[in-house]
């Protein structure tokens, strides 16, 4: 099973636009700042995201607040055929 699910701030973020075949999108960096434990230690984990928004989905995404946290839902997958790089696909979004 490919699914992902991320609390998360919306650091950047492209305009909306469309794919060749009419499709809206949306490409953005998420912020994610949160303390996990591991080893029976606490950690602290930062990092950044590429994701991305297709569809239906892209219109609400394009409409979040920059530094509000969200929680995200979706699946990873490679940024394109030939790349090793991964991109969060969005399927959904809830306020936190």
């Given at each position: ?15 909306l636009?469309?794919?060749p075949?009419g499709?809206p999108?949306v ?7 949160s303390q996990?434990?591991?080893?029976k ?28 946290s969200?929680?995200f839902?979706?699946?990873m ?12 696909h ?7």
């Open positions: 099973m490919n699914q992902f699910q991320l609390v998360a701030q919306v650091a950047e973020r492209e305009m636009r469309f794919t075949a499709i999108i490409v953005a960096k998420l912020s994610h700042s996990q434990l591991e080893a230690v606490m950690r602290v984990v930062e990092f950044e995201v590429s994701a991305l928004a297709v569809g239906e989905i892209s219109g609400q995404f394009s409409q979040l607040v920059l530094g509000q969200y929680r839902t979706g699946f997958a490679r940024k394109n055929r030939n790349s090793k790089s991964l991109i969060f969005i399927t959904a979004i809830a306020e936190q």
